[in-house]
């Protein structure tokens, strides 16, 4: 079947004005707005490239990878993709 959309899609992190690091998520128009449940600052996640402008929403997808638990045989390979995700995490 569709596996649907990846949901780190539609998660972020953006460097604000005052150059610190926020959550974000899209909301139903498809826009950018910070997240309302962690108005705090958070730490940049060390899988994802900075953006070099403030203000710009940088999705959690991008510096992940997406799997298909079925298709790419999940039962045999979750611990490598558990690992590699741990490596790219700097762990």
Request: proline share 8%.
């Amino acid at each position: 079947g569709n596996p649907g959309q990846n949901p780190l899609d539609f998660m972020g992190v953006y460097i604000s004005d005052d150059g610190k690091a926020y959550l974000c998520e899209k909301d139903w128009r498809d826009q950018w707005v910070q997240y309302d449940k962690i108005k705090t600052p958070v730490t940049w996640p060390k899988y994802l490239p900075k953006p070099s402008v403030r203000n710009w929403a940088q999705p959690l997808s991008a510096g992940t990878c997406a799997y298909d638990y079925d298709y790419q045989d999940g039962y045999n390979n979750l611990s490598i993709w558990v690992q590699d995700a741990a490596v790219a995490a700097g762990r």
